[in-house]
């Protein structure tokens, strides 16, 4: 056994793997999760295959969990982030307890059945189901003293309230793609929010928050037009009935099996290449989306049971000030760079990517954390 450890700021799929890499290789891992819950935003996602598997990974980010929670060589911190950082021969690392809101229901539950604990309680919950575990009992404090670092903090979706004409959070029955996740995950089946029936008729609006000038958001967030495609093939699939639109400034073909899924779907999915204008909410709780199409300047107006917004990838809340503490540059758009002295990145903490993406990249960084160890 190696007598270097790694600590790995993150518990999303980059975390995940980068600890599991580095344990493959005996090497101890001190894994740090601000939240109560390991599996970041990928571990809500729900299985998208059809009569077919469409390669969306979530089912990697299941078996990346089960694979860490149950290795030995990995220490687990959750609801802790780190207060302090110093190099020196060692580097010593400050933990503290995070914030958790926990105030809305006064419980938490995980997505995963690997999940551990799979309930948080707060003081107002109602109930406490078995194993659930009382938020003042998680979290570590103190320090711990490491060889290398990786950071793997993962991204925000963008807030689609900064969008304001769509309404998100108003209208009952707009929801992100990261809501859709958690519903079809949670029921098996798609339902709206403000009643529980099935949709019959659905829109999903790409590019929320990505490839947008007037908010400094040039990017392409590569995950929101294949996850789109997925979602609304899954909807037709559970649903043949339901009438399916994806509106769109262009659709990005990412990864490299895509240009013929798209072929395949628009035989069953409407494309409009159109910038959806505002929404507005009618009766029964449905939306009619006015929308400007690429071919004419004069407005149309459809209404929908259910409109999906394909929110992008932002840097997150932490990247910031995670670069500060560890002394690792932002780049343009504010992701996280390459590695520093002893401390390595990973994941969309650098910038938009698919669960593939993130995987191949945390294995990356976890080899070449390695090399710095001389562990290879």
């Not at 059809?50 to 089960?66: I, K, N, P």
């Not at 262009?250 to 899924?261: H, L, R, V």
Request: charged residues 25%.
């Amino acid at each position: 056994m190696s007598n270097n450890t790694v600590m790995v700021v993150g518990g999303g799929i980059a975390g995940l793997t980068a600890a599991w890499e580095l344990a493959g290789q005996k090497i101890k891992v001190e894994l740090v999760e601000k939240t109560c819950f390991l599996g970041g935003h990928s571990i809500g996602f729900t299985c998208k295959a059809t009569d077919q598997c469409r390669q969306c990974g979530a089912c990697s980010v299941e078996q990346m969990l089960a694979n860490v929670v149950n290795e030995p060589l990995i220490n687990i911190h959750l609801r802790t982030e780190i207060k302090d950082f110093k190099k020196g021969k060692k580097i010593t690392a400050v933990l503290d307890k995070s914030d958790v809101d926990i105030s809305n229901t006064g419980l938490l539950k995980g997505f995963s059945q690997h999940n551990s604990p799979m309930y948080v309680a707060g003081d107002k919950a109602a109930s406490m189901p078995d194993g659930a575990v009382a938020i003042e009992k998680l979290g570590s404090t103190g320090e711990v003293k490491v060889d290398a670092v990786i950071l793997a903090t993962g991204y925000s979706p963008f807030d689609p309230k900064l969008k304001a004409t769509f309404g998100y959070g108003e209208k009952k029955n707009i929801i992100t793609g990261l809501d859709l996740e958690n519903i079809l995950r949670e029921n098996s089946t798609l339902v709206r929010p403000s009643d529980g029936k099935e949709p019959e008729k659905v829109a999903f609006i790409q590019c929320v928050g990505s490839r947008d000038e007037r908010l400094g958001n040039l990017w392409c967030s590569k995950i929101c037009c294949p996850t789109a495609m997925r979602m609304a093939s899954l909807i037709k699939h559970k649903k043949e009935e339901a009438e399916v639109s994806i509106f769109y400034i262009d659709i990005q073909n990412t990864p490299k099996e895509f240009p013929m899924f798209y072929e395949n779907v628009k035989n069953e999915i409407s494309f409009k290449r159109a910038i959806p204008v505002d929404i507005y909410q009618i009766e029964n709780d449905r939306l009619t989306l006015r929308y400007m199409p690429e071919e004419n300047s004069t407005p149309l107006y459809e209404e929908f049971d259910l409109i999906v917004l394909s929110v992008g990838i932002t840097p997150g809340a932490d990247t910031k000030p995670l670069s500060e503490k560890f002394e690792v540059a932002l780049d343009e758009y504010g992701f996280l760079s390459n590695s520093g002295e002893g401390v390595f990145t990973a994941g969309t903490a650098k910038g938009p990517g698919t669960i593939f993406d993130t995987i191949a990249d945390s294995e990356k960084a976890a080899h070449e954390t390695m090399q710095y160890l001389g562990v290879i």
